[in-house]
């Protein structure tokens, strides 16, 4: 996969590879809009409160980029997705 899918000025369309057991730093995006959209494997996405879910191929989560949130693959295969950044 390459660095930027694509890059229009206003959305931004990054893929994201996750081997089993590795996890993305927590992090925030500011002004944005993050939408994930898992292509193959599972991965588990803190949403707050304790809570977390997990990003299957076929559903798509819509997340407010001042939220912190870390996506990480315990799973014993790897995780592929892209991650629309979209200004709000």
Known sequence: M???TCNDGRTNVTP???SPGLTVPPHSHPGLE????????KDMLPVGGGKEVTLVPGEVLFIDGANFFNPRNPFHEDFEMLDSLKER
Do not use: S
């Not at 993050?34 to 494997?41: A, D, N, S």
């Open 16 to 18: 994201l590879c996750l």
């Open 34 to 41: 993050t939408t994930p959209q898992p292509l193959k494997g």
């Open 2 to 4: 390459t660095d930027v």
